[in-house]
Every structure is written in C-alpha cells, then in structure tokens.
C-alpha cells in the first residue's frame, strides 16, 4: 500500500483545512484508515480513525467536535477535516493503514503502511 497525504499548510488560529490521503496498492475499501500527528518535540499520537466503510470513527479527545474524519472508497481517499483550528494543532500529520485489527486501533504499531506526512501550522 502506498499513500501520499496533502492539504497542510498555514492557517490561523480559528481557521481549517482539509487533509486528504490517497491510497494505492490494495484494495482500499477492505482496510481501516486514521490519521495520526506529531507535534515537535513529541511523540506521534493518534487523531482520528474510520473503519473500511466508513460506518464508524473514532477520534482523539483533543480533537472531538472539531475534526472530522471520512473516506470516499470510489476514489481511494481518506479525508481530515479540521475545524477551529488551534496553535497546539500544529504538526505534521500522517495517514495510516491497518490492514489487519477489527477495532479502530490507537496504537502506532497496529499500522501496517505510513504515508510520508503534510505539515500543519496553526499561528496565532
């Protein structure tokens, strides 16, 4: 599976964006996708994830009310859409692939495949 995120850059604080994540390889429509960040100086964490039909999500805390995650399984895309954007929310984000588990997982290491990262900057 190869997957190539766009749609970071800079916005103000109060702002959005939205992320999307094309996947290709294997069979999008069979596998779960979420969406993870890492802040500087941080590890990376989990933001949101949506099952292979899309029938259920799961999001962090942090992000509740305010970011919505979804796909599109026609065109093999995976969508962030970030609302009320804060400073804390920057980051570069990253799309992921978990191939195997049958729950929405949280953990880095569920993740079969990785796309390369899009950078958001929330100012101030």
């Known amino acids: 599976v190869q997957l190539q995120a766009s749609g970071g850059g800079l916005v103000q604080a109060g702002g959005s964006l939205r992320l999307s994540c094309v996947a290709s390889?294997?069979?999008?429509?069979?596998?779960?996708m979420s969406w993870f960040r890492q802040a500087p100086g941080k590890e990376r964490e989990f933001v949101a994830g949506?099952?292979?039909?899309?029938?259920?999500?799961r999001y962090a805390d942090s992000v509740k009310g305010r970011f919505t995650i979804s796909r599109d399984n026609v065109k093999n895309t995976v969508y962030l859409q970030m609302n009320s954007l804060k400073p804390e929310d920057t980051a570069v984000y990253y799309c992921?692939?978990?191939?195997?588990?049958?729950?929405?997982?949280?953990?880095?290491?569920?993740?079969?495949?990785w796309g390369p990262g899009t950078l958001v900057t929330v100012s101030s």
């Open positions: 992921a692939a978990d191939l195997t588990s049958v729950w929405l997982a949280v953990r880095q290491n569920d993740y079969d495949y």
């Open positions: 949506v099952a292979w039909n899309g029938g259920r999500t």
């Open positions: 390889g294997r069979t999008f429509s069979s596998y779960a």
